[in-house]
């Protein structure tokens, strides 16, 4: 099973609102991503967690929120976005990488984002 | 600085007209070479990892080749369902991260 499942699949929301994004795969992962994507671009990588700790923050805004409760789970906490925030949300998983090693990721359905 | 370049930017073709996809790059110590399938509105759909040059994968109507400077996919006899973005992404050995081309939009015509 490569599935990863992401809520809500569809979210519209005002620039004063809080929501959470969520992402949850059971393929025994221990890398999981956060990406956006524009239309006709390809996916922008904001967030990445290794065991459960954040390993690498692409310098995105403080309205942006990652969490990693366990090792199947992700949130993306959203607080007082901008309408350039309307995207595509997409959430991944992957083995962690070793020296010489690398891996796969597998990408869930993503969250379509609508700030208004 | 790694960088990935995909042409040509679209592409349609005839239900059947076989073709190829382009993904040159230039990376730091290549780790490897992903294909990735997009539906629009859809998460990409991982398709093949390519290691090293002279490496070859095959899945269905797709097969996917590698060199030290390009990988090529080429669809042969594309049907409909095969209209999709196709992404090519690389893994050099400087940080973890995958650096993507723009896509390729695949359009085939019955």
């Known amino acids: 099973d490569t599935e990863v499942t992401q809520t809500p699949k569809h979210l519209v929301m005002g620039m004063t609102n809080k929501k959470s994004l969520k992402c949850e795969q059971h393929?025994?992962?221990?890398?999981m991503y956060w990406y956006k994507q524009k239309a006709k671009k390809p996916p922008e990588l904001m967030f990445v967690?290794?065991?459960?700790?954040?390993?690498i923050n692409e310098s995105v805004p403080s309205r942006f929120s990652p969490e990693c409760p366990n090792s199947s789970l992700l949130n993306l906490h959203l607080h007082a976005l901008q309408p350039e925030d309307s995207a595509l949300y997409l959430c991944?998983?992957?083995?962690?990488?070793?020296?010489?090693?690398?891996?796969?990721?597998?990408f869930g359905p993503g969250t379509r984002l609508t700030v208004t | 600085e790694d960088q990935v370049t995909q042409s040509p930017e679209a592409l349609r073709l005839q239900e059947g007209e076989s073709s190829s996809l382009n993904c040159s790059y230039t990376v730091s110590g290549l780790r490897g070479l992903f294909w990735y399938r997009q539906d629009p509105g859809k998460g990409p759909e991982f398709l093949f990892t390519l290691y090293s040059a002279g490496e070859e994968k095959e899945k269905e109507r797709l097969k996917a080749t590698l060199t030290k400077k390009e990988s090529f996919l080429h669809i042969t006899a594309p049907k409909p369902e095969d209209s999709a973005t196709y992404l090519c992404?690389?893994?050099?050995?400087?940080?973890?991260?995958?650096?993507f081309g723009q896509g390729t939009e695949l359009s085939v015509k019955p």
């Open positions: 992404a690389v893994r050099g050995n400087q940080g973890g991260k995958l650096i």
């Open positions: 393929m025994g992962h221990r890398a």
């Open positions: 991944a998983s992957s083995q962690v990488l070793v020296s010489g090693g690398t891996y796969e990721q597998y």
């Open positions: 967690y290794s065991y459960e700790k954040l390993s």
